[in-house]
T-cell receptor, first 114, second 111 residues
Framework: NAGVMQNPRHLVRRRGQEARLRCSPMKGHSHVYWYRQLPEEGLKFMVYLQKENIIDESGMPKERFSAEFPKEGPSILRIQQVVRGDSAAYFC????????????FGQGTRLTVV | QKEVEQNSGPLSVPEGAIASLNCTYSDRGSQSFFWYRQYSGKSPELIMSIYSNGDKEDGRFTAQLNKASQYVSLLIRDSQPSDSATYLCAVNGRSNYQLIWGAGTKLIIKP
């Protein structure tokens, strides 16, 4: 049973470009969470999605950031017109249910904006 | 006041001793509590979950929950150098699906 798969593992973008981060949840999991982590800092919640629905995007910046989890295919976190401050590790986690259940993390995507 | 607080450390423990990690939280309505381990440059890995007051043991790990005092702790017995990592405490927030994370405690096990 494959775990949560994220790709790419490392992504380098120039300022102003777009970054697309992909996350395939564990088999049987329909709840996906995206987190951002800066070096030496804790995890910051960004967005929670179920299939075809955004449940909570309160942690995601209003501009330039968007997320989706289509009926078919992986969840996508999209960052438009990236800036240096977007450089971070972006982790995806999935769970079977949304409430009070254990979430399992992917290996993360390390985004570097140059 | 931060919603979930942990001592950032580093906490240095000799090999073979018991490592004790603590976490306090502010939301009395929280029901789910998790401990994750994160090695440098890696993703968080779930170690323990606990939902009711008392102790929960899994191998060398014991999670302790005291809802009245709003703290949760993780004990690691017979500490090994491979236990050296940052330990993250996570608590479900006002929306049950959203986990609120502590900043983590860095644990160093000295051979």
């Amino acid at each position: 049973n494959a775990g949560v798969m994220q790709n790419p593992r490392h992504l380098v973008r120039r300022r102003g470009q777009e970054a697309r981060l992909r996350c395939s949840p564990m088999k049987g999991h329909s709840h996906v969470y995206w987190y951002r982590q800066l070096p030496e800092e804790g995890l910051k919640f960004m967005v929670y999605l179920q299939k075809e629905n955004i449940i909570d995007e309160s942690g995601m910046p209003k501009e330039r950031f968007s997320a989706e989890f289509p009926k078919e295919g992986p969840s996508i976190l999209r960052i438009q017109q990236v800036v240096r401050g977007d450089s971070a590790a972006y982790f995806c986690a999935s769970s079977i249910q949304g409430e009070n259940t254990e979430a399992f993390f992917g290996q993360g995507t390390r985004l570097t904006v140059v | 006041q931060k919603e979930v607080e942990q001592n950032s450390g580093p906490l240095s423990v000799p090999e073979g001793a018991i490592a004790s990690l603590n976490c306090t939280y502010s939301d009395r309505g929280s029901q789910s509590f998790f401990w994750y381990r994160q090695y440098s440059g890696k993703s968080p890995e779930l170690i323990m979950s606990i939902y009711s007051n008392g102790d929960k043991e899994d191998g060398r790990f014991t999670a302790q929950l005291n809802k009245a005092s709003q703290y949760v702790s993780l004990l690691i017995r017979d500490s090994q150098p491979s236990d050296s990592a940052t330990y993250l405490c996570a608590v479900n927030g006002r929306s049950n699906y959203q986990l609120i994370w502590g900043a983590g405690t860095k644990l160093i096990i000295k051979p």
